[in-house]
């Protein structure tokens, strides 16, 4: 199986590192905040964002709520994801331009998402844009 996965914070890219070794998973990650030696001291490839994102069949984001990193991801990196690939956010919503998540899917620039978190975490359940997650193709 050739898969990859991006982690963008340290210890939980360790965790998620650790549980996906035995799978066979092949594991690339971009961390603009460590060190690149450290990505590899786990097994984990150091890549360039765009590299991990146009590679990898599952982009795992665990970015923390940071000036630096709001909106990180955008219309223009989902385009770079494969066509097939699954984006998994557990890091902070605003990480994640949630109207380029939202687009993606229905375009088809992915083929899914799972959150377990929202741009704005305390948007009720049974708003029309929750209900874009949950359209199927």
């Known amino acids: 199986m050739d898969r990859r ?3 963008l914070v340290r210890p939980r890219r360790r965790a998620v590192a ?7 998973l092949r594991m690339m990650a971009y961390d603009p905040f460590i060190a690149e030696t450290l990505i590899s001291d ?5 890549a360039t964002l765009s590299e991990v994102l146009s590679q990898s069949d599952f982009v795992s984001m665990h ?6 990193v709001h909106h990180m ?7 770079q994801m494969k066509k097939s690939a699954i984006f998994i956010n557990t890091g902070r919503g605003p990480t994640v331009n949630e109207e380029a998540l ?6 088809g620039w ?11 975490e305390t948007r009720p359940r049974t708003t029309t844009r929750c209900s874009a997650w949950r359209t199927s193709r």
């Open 102 to 107: 939202i687009k993606a899917l229905q375009e």
């Open 18 to 24: 650790k549980r996906a070794a035995p799978f066979g």
């Open 5 to 7: 996965w991006l982690h």
């Open 42 to 46: 786990h097994g984990v490839l150091p």
């Open 73 to 79: 991801l955008g219309e223009n990196h989902f385009k």
């Open 63 to 68: 970015a923390p709520a940071r000036p630096e």
């Open 110 to 120: 992915i083929a899914h998402a799972a959150l377990d978190v929202l741009e704005k």
